[in-house]
Nanobody
Framework: VQLQASGGGLVQPGGSLRLSCVVS????????MGWYRQAPGKQRELVAT???????NYAESVKGRFTISRDNAKNTAYLQMTSLKPEDTAVYYC??????????????WGQGTLVTVSS
């Protein structure tokens, strides 16, 4: 199972970006998809998750500014980020958990996409 994240870049404070994460490979079902981030010198932290039924969970620091969504038909998750702040600067990683076509569980990570918020 492979994850491909995209959409990062340089944005000014107050701006917006939309990240995408596509899951490919021998996937039977995807239960949870999530976004995490790691800023320089800090540990990786949860940003947002969404389960197959659409229930979402957000870090307090991004509530009201970020929105996670998913397109189950495309095995894709999105992270719409608005009102970006310099402290949102980090490498953003996507994660997916589910079962392969052999019904074995998987938990896979994407390669990360850099988001830089700076004027």
């Amino acid at each position: 199972v492979q994850l491909q994240a995209s959409g990062g870049g340089l944005v000014q404070p107050g701006g917006s970006l939309r990240l995408s994460c596509v899951v490919s490979g021998r996937v039977s079902s995807i239960n949870t998809m999530g976004w995490y981030r790691q800023a320089p010198g800090k540990q990786r932290e949860l940003v947002a998750t969404i389960i197959s039924g659409g229930i979402t969970n957000y870090a307090e620091s991004v509530k009201g500014r970020f929105t996670i969504s998913r397109d189950n038909a495309k095995n894709t998750a999105y992270l719409q980020m608005t009102s970006l702040k310099p402290e949102d600067t980090a490498v953003y990683y996507c994660n997916a958990q589910g079962r392969t076509i052999l019904q074995t569980p998987f938990s896979s990570w994407g390669q990360g996409t850099l988001v830089t918020v700076s004027s």
